[in-house]
């Protein structure tokens, strides 16, 4: 029989922790609608510095920025880096980005997947030879594995903490020159994807480094290329190039999703993947269960930009469920947006009633559990 004395302070003890938690939650700051707003957006952006009065660090600031992409080709002046120059050039730089931000967990992404795509490179002092995909399939799992803790480690050395990798498209059309041709694959197989992809995301979050399964819903069997232009893939696209996100949908070892422009009549007879509800929320979250955050490619590409007006595209974005919406503001000097005008587009869309503050809200809860995974 617990003693009436011990009872007490039980409940004294579970009254205080009530208490703390609502001291917590109460005093915890709310979320102004810029930020929430802002709270779905990763930018690029021109600087390989980000001082206090820069506007990167103001945006990030005022706005609440879900992420920033960094990336080394400059589109306006071809001779000097767009973020990358040098190893401690890029860590200095993620250091002033993540003193900008709130909470110190600004999702700093970069495409490094190894081959033909990686953004740190030798020349800038990293070590810039990581195999592609196609390569690594000859090799042992630990060597595999090596190769790939020692990429998330180099990421994670300068501050990055969020790869826009792997690919998980099936290498199943040999005229497709954007996976295919540059080896970006794991194979046709499904599951040898899956294994694959699997030591890969295992080898980064080792590292504390988070990941995004691409281009859903297959880009393998595509032969145009979505920078460009609109791509059809009704007449190419196979059904088992859903497997790899089927497969890996519900467990725990999933990041993210980056969801592809392509156009697909079998899936939406009408929008193309990233601005489809169907494909979104219809099929990755309702049928396969994904619940984490879906990214988008990057918005700024032919494939959307030139076909959908800026404002139609942050509607249809937000409508079909994804949760980051990208904009590189690297494809092309004519198409840079600053993150003000994403906001105030966003904003007017509200006031309109085209889309509902309750999916920004939602999609504010799945980044923060995003965030939440980091170190």
Known sequence: MVKKGIFISILLTLNSCA???????????????????GSMLMVGFM???AYKNSQICKDIRNYNLAGVILFDANPVNHKKAKNISSKNQVAKLTQQLQACSKDGKLLISVDQEGGRVQRLKSKYG?????????DVIGMSDAKVSRYYSDMGAELMSVGINYNLAPDVDLAINRRNHVI????????ADP????HYASIF???????GVLTALKHFPGHGSSLGDTHKGFVDVTHLWQRKELEPYRLLAKSNTIDSVMVAHVFNKKLDSRYPATLSKKVVTGLLRNKFGFNGVVITDDLQMGAINKRYGLKNTLKLAINAGDDILLFGNQLSVKSMVTTRTLVNNIKSLLRKKEIKLSDIEASNRRVEDLKAKLF
């Open 19 to 37: 208490t703390n938690q609502n001291y917590i939650e109460s005093y915890q700051p709310k979320k102004t609608l810029d930020e929430k707003i």
């Open 47 to 49: 600087g390989t510095t």
């Open 126 to 134: 990293f070590y810039g030879k990581f195999p592609k995909a196609k």
């Open 180 to 187: 295919y041709q540059l080896g970006r694959s794991f194979g």
């Open 191 to 194: 599951k040898q994807v899956v």
């Open 201 to 207: 995301m295992n080898a980064m979050h080792n590292n």
